[in-house]
């Protein structure tokens, strides 16, 4: 199976800062149609994950613009360029190349 | 607006079975493949099965073949997942997930314990 890690694991920031998450994974995500399933999830506690980011970088509907994709290959990045009170949540990074799909380990953002 | 909404979910004993049901709405359902995923309590997410379109593919994670079955009823816009032989480790939130990720429900908590 594909191997998704996240660094950091936990991440306390301060309101208004910026945040950066990575994700590795130990196979090239790239698939046959030259697309990257690489999405990128926030699970708010008692909640469903939800969608942000998919394809590395496409922003989902009604996701604020202070977040952002990147990355290619096997590595990839999350940034939030503010962080609100809202943000605060486990993020999750998932690959949907390879089966068994695999998801990160999960980050833990909270408020400083 | 697109919604997934799982049942079946509950309470059972080591060796028992349970019948989750997802029922899709907001989307041509039978458009689409269709897949499980579930979360221990307080860990991560982990792909459980998948299922194309009409039901001729079906995938599954190894820790759940031969124990679980996915299945779907296209005219009822509902996908199922049968679990046999259920083992402690198998206590979590099931989720299923409209194909792309895009659309979760909000979750059916199995719980397996003697």
């Known amino acids: 199976d594909v191997v998704m890690t996240q660094s950091p694991l936990s991440l306390p920031v301060t309101l208004g800062q910026p945040a950066s998450i990575s994700c590795r994974s130990t196979q090239s995500l790239v698939y046959s149609d030259g697309n990257t399933p690489l999405h990128w999830f926030q699970q708010r506690p008692g909640q469903s994950p939800r969608r942000l980011i998919y394809?590395?970088?496409k922003r989902d509907s009604g996701v604020p613009d202070r977040f952002s994709g990147s990355g290619s290959g096997t590595d990839f990045t999350l940034k939030i360029s503010r962080v609100e009170a809202e943000d605060v949540g486990i993020y999750y990074c998932?690959?949907?190349?390879?089966?068994?799909?695999?998801f990160g380990p999960g980050t833990k953002v909270d408020i400083k | 607006e697109m919604q997934l909404v799982e049942s079946g979910g509950g309470l059972v004993q080591p060796g028992g079975s349970l019948r989750l049901s997802c029922a899709a709405s907001g989307f041509t359902f039978s458009n689409y493949w269709m897949h499980w995923v579930r979360q221990a309590p307080g860990k991560g997410l982990v792909w459980v099965s998948r299922i194309d379109n009409d039901g001729s593919r079906r995938d599954y994670a190894d820790s759940v073949k031969g124990r679980f079955t996915i299945s779907r009823d296209n005219a009822k816009n509902t996908v199922y997942l049968q679990m046999n032989s259920l083992r402690a480790e198998d206590t979590a939130v099931y989720y299923c997930a409209k194909d792309g990720v895009d659309c979760w429900g909000q979750g059916t908590l199995v719980t397996v314990s003697p």
């Open positions: 998932m690959q949907g190349t390879h089966w068994p799909f695999t």
């Open positions: 394809k590395v970088s």
